[in-house]
């Protein structure tokens, strides 16, 4: 969880707090990372006002562990493609993937750490990225699906991705690496207030 250094005391009314307990952030917050890592360019996008929360760290462990097995599948195809047919060209396309794969390997670890979400008044705002900085804010009133998936290895440590579909394709977001508990909160708390502002209550 993050909060801006700086920021001012809010009127309840107009603060997060308004949609999200301190029983929310409890679940919300459990197992994730407790600071938003930025870019050190002073043209950054800005964290703003508001509680930021984080992805689980052992999402960290299950891409580390996806993106090695990648590795390791393709080192060792190419080593038995060599020995079995004695030429070395397909260490051409090995060598791009092993490459990719182990620039993602280093960088895995800070960029997850990029990732957050804030609940507001009326919309959720998810911020990602260190190099490419993305930052899309969603209406509750426009949210249509939400939507969570794992796989097996995310089941394995617990944690789930949390989709949310709106009309327009370009404002979606997907939120990876949230526990499990987190994911089902999170999805209850937002058709409950997607339902809530389609009503006009």
Same mark, same amino acid.
């Given at each position: 969880? %993050?909060?801006?250094?700086? %920021?001012? /005391?809010? =009127?309840?009314? $107009?603060? $997060?707090?308004?949609?999200? !307990?301190?029983? =929310?952030?409890?679940?919300? =917050? !459990?197992a %994730?990372? !407790?600071?938003?890592?930025? /870019?050190?360019?002073?043209?950054?996008?800005?964290?703003?006002? @508001?509680?930021?929360?984080?992805? *689980?760290? *052992?999402?960290?462990?299950?891409?580390l562990?996806? #993106?090695?097995?990648?590795?390791?599948?393709?080192?060792a195809?190419?080593?038995?493609?060599?020995?079995? &047919?004695?030429?070395?060209? #397909?260490?051409?396309?090995?060598?791009?993937?092993?490459?990719?794969?182990?620039?993602?390997?280093?960088?895995?670890?800070?960029?997850? +750490?990029?990732?957050?979400?804030?609940?507001? +008044? !009326?919309?959720?705002?998810?911020?990602?990225?260190?190099?490419?900085?993305?930052v899309? *804010?969603? /209406?509750? @009133?426009?949210?249509?699906?939400?939507?969570?998936?794992?796989? /097996?290895?995310?089941?394995?440590?617990?944690?789930?991705?949390?989709?949310?579909?709106?009309?327009?394709?370009?404002?979606?977001? &997907?939120?990876?690496?949230?526990?499990?508990?987190?994911? $089902?909160?999170? +999805?209850? &708390?937002?058709?409950?207030? *997607? $339902?809530?502002?389609? &009503? @006009?209550?």
């Amino acid at each position: 969880m %993050t909060t801006p250094q700086g %920021t001012p /005391p809010q =009127d309840p009314s $107009e603060s $997060e707090a308004r949609s999200v !307990d301190d029983a =929310d952030r409890t679940v919300l =917050d !459990d197992a %994730t990372y !407790d600071r938003i890592l930025e /870019p050190r360019s002073s043209r950054r996008l800005p964290l703003g006002d @508001g509680t930021w929360h984080q992805l *689980a760290r *052992a999402y960290v462990r299950v891409q580390l562990i996806s #993106q090695g097995a990648v590795f390791v599948l393709v080192l060792a195809a190419a080593v038995i493609a060599q020995i079995i &047919t004695g030429v070395q060209w #397909q260490w051409i396309p090995a060598g791009i993937i092993l490459l990719i794969t182990a620039v993602g390997l280093f960088i895995t670890p800070r960029q997850a +750490r990029s990732f957050g979400y804030q609940l507001r +008044r !009326d919309d959720l705002v998810f911020r990602r990225g260190i190099l490419w900085q993305r930052v899309v *804010a969603v /209406p509750y @009133g426009r949210m249509q699906l939400v939507d969570i998936t794992h796989g /097996p290895l995310d089941r394995g440590f617990g944690i789930a991705q949390l989709k949310l579909v709106t009309a327009a394709a370009s404002t979606g977001v &997907t939120i990876p690496g949230l526990t499990q508990e987190a994911a $089902e909160h999170l +999805r209850d &708390t937002l058709v409950a207030v *997607a $339902e809530t502002r389609r &009503t @006009g209550l």
